[in-house]
């Protein structure tokens, strides 16, 4: 799925967590950081409060296009 439909392997997203008592946890508050990600033009999800992604969704169909293209 991700393969398809992600956009991690492209490297332009990330999912973030939080390092709670030495473990990697995606339970915590993402309000501040994603209000940070917004406020510099970067894409977060609704479904996914820990990813950011350097493109809208929007614009993904684009890229896999031109990159499919340019192999």
């Not at 390092?19 to 209000?35: A, E």
């Not at 510099?40 to 499919?68: A, M």
Request: aromatic content about 12%.
């Amino acid at each position: 799925k991700i393969r398809k439909n992600g956009m991690h392997h492209y490297g332009i997203a990330a999912d973030i967590a939080f390092l709670i008592n030495d473990k990697l946890s995606y339970n915590g508050d993402y309000h501040f950081l994603r209000k940070i990600f917004k406020d510099n033009k970067l894409t977060v999800l609704d479904w996914e409060l820990g990813h950011v992604q350097y493109i809208p969704v929007s614009e993904q169909n684009v890229l896999r296009q031109e990159i499919q293209n340019s192999c």
